[in-house]
């Protein structure tokens, strides 16, 4: 058996994704592109799954968050002529939107439901019952030799599986790691140190003295990043370290307490990011651990096994594309 131990990183934990998916987000990607759901080649990848699909057919979500292709999936079946179920899995105490409310209904052609705080390792869902299982960035947050036995016994045979990992070479994952190399320009300036000296020693009443030569230090700080912020494409962790921080440090100076409170927000704001960002990194398929994968998952038993790049329609990477069958 391959070794896929280096494959196994989990690293935020369940309570700060439920803190995440609480806030009502529908999928992690930060703009406003897949605010209503998944759209383009991604929504094209996911809905070429459909077709073959008997009526009664079960479909089962791995990690599936806040729900966006149980969504996705329910959509585009609530008015097609097959009964289908569809079952969202994850870790964390998830909170989809009340638009699920009515593929809940008893005469709801789509069904679909969640199982919260349930790991894909084990599902508890019926063996051979499933006849279609996805994951969009989420199996690789599992560990992935229990997660492809646990697909394998959840099954129907010749049943199918098809998943969206994050790979080193994605845009996604290339903007994580312009975020983390952000995030180390923050603290190279040690700005949340600053900020909380700041907020400190400005409502303990410190002399002039101290605090104009903090000040000094602070607007040098902020001068020094947003030159930096202007070489990269995409700087939303400088503009969180940077609006965030000069935002709390004017602050204090009408009202202490709301600094503080901001503060705390502000901090709790940018370990969040930074810790999601790292988790991408750190989950993210190599080349190398893609193709231990694939190897793994054959010897497993599945079957028709590939993996393709995913391409955003404008060319760029979203990361690998991978399908397979069970066994007849
Ligand atoms: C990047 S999110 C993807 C969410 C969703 N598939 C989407 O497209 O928006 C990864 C999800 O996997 C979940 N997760 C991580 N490890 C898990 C595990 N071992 N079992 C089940 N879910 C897990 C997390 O709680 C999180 O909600």
């Given at each position: 058996m391959p070794d896929v131990s280096n494959l196994k990183t989990t690293r935020v934990s369940s309570?700060?994704?439920?803190?995440?998916?609480?806030?009502?987000?529908?999928?992690?990607?930060?703009?406003?592109?897949?605010?209503?759901?998944?759209?383009?080649?991604?929504?094209?990848?996911?809905?070429?799954?459909?077709?073959?699909?008997?009526?009664?057919?079960?479909?089962v979500d791995l990690g599936s968050g806040n729900g966006a292709l149980p969504l996705l999936f329910a959509r585009e079946l609530e008015d097609g002529p097959r009964k289908i179920s569809i079952v969202g899995i994850d870790n964390a105490a998830i909170a989809p939107s009340d638009e699920f409310k009515k593929y809940r209904k008893r005469d709801a052609r789509v069904k679909v439901r969640f199982k919260a705080e349930t790991p894909m390792e084990d599902t508890r869902l019926k063996k051979n019952s499933a006849d279609l299982?996805?994951?969009?960035?989420?199996?690789?947050?599992?560990?992935?030799e229990k997660v492809v036995r646990e697909i394998q016994r959840i099954l129907k045979p010749a049943g199918k599986v098809a998943m969206i990992v994050h790979h080193e070479g994605s845009y996604i994952v290339r903007k994580a790691r312009g975020m983390l190399e952000q995030?180390?320009?923050?603290?190279?300036?040690?700005?949340?140190?600053?900020?909380?000296?700041?907020?400190?020693?400005?409502?303990?009443?410190?002399?002039?003295?101290?605090?104009?030569?903090?000040?000094?230090?602070?607007?040098?700080?902020?001068?020094?990043?947003?030159?930096q912020a202007a070489q990269f494409q995409d700087a939303?962790?400088?503009?969180?370290?940077?609006?965030?921080?000069?935002?709390?440090?004017?602050?204090?100076q009408s009202d202490a307490d709301e600094a503080r409170s901001m503060l705390k927000e502000w901090i709790t704001e940018y370990?969040?990011?930074?810790?999601?960002?790292?988790?991408?990194?750190?989950?993210?398929?190599?080349?190398?651990?893609v193709s231990t994968l694939m190897d793994m998952m054959k010897e497993q038993g599945?079957?028709?096994?590939?993996?393709?790049?995913?391409?955003?329609?404008?060319?760029?990477s979203l990361g690998l594309a991978i399908t397979a069958r069970a066994a007849v």
């Open positions: 309570d700060q994704w439920a803190e995440y998916w609480s806030q009502g987000h529908l999928t992690t990607f930060g703009g406003p592109e897949f605010e209503d759901g998944y759209q383009g080649n991604i929504k094209s990848f996911w809905l070429q799954q459909l077709p073959g699909l008997d009526d009664g057919a079960s479909i299982v996805v994951s969009h960035y989420g199996f690789e947050y599992g560990d992935p995030a180390r320009l923050g603290e190279d300036e040690r700005l949340v140190n600053r900020v909380k000296k700041w907020v400190r020693d400005f409502a303990a009443g410190k002399s002039g003295t101290v605090l104009d030569k903090q000040a000094a230090q602070l607007e040098a700080s902020f001068d020094r990043l947003r030159t939303h962790m400088l503009a969180i370290l940077i609006n965030g921080g000069m935002a709390i440090a004017m602050k204090v370990n969040a990011y930074r810790l999601r960002m790292e988790d991408i990194c750190a989950v993210a398929y190599t080349n190398k651990s599945l079957a028709e096994c590939r993996m393709s790049v995913l391409n955003h329609e404008n060319g760029a």
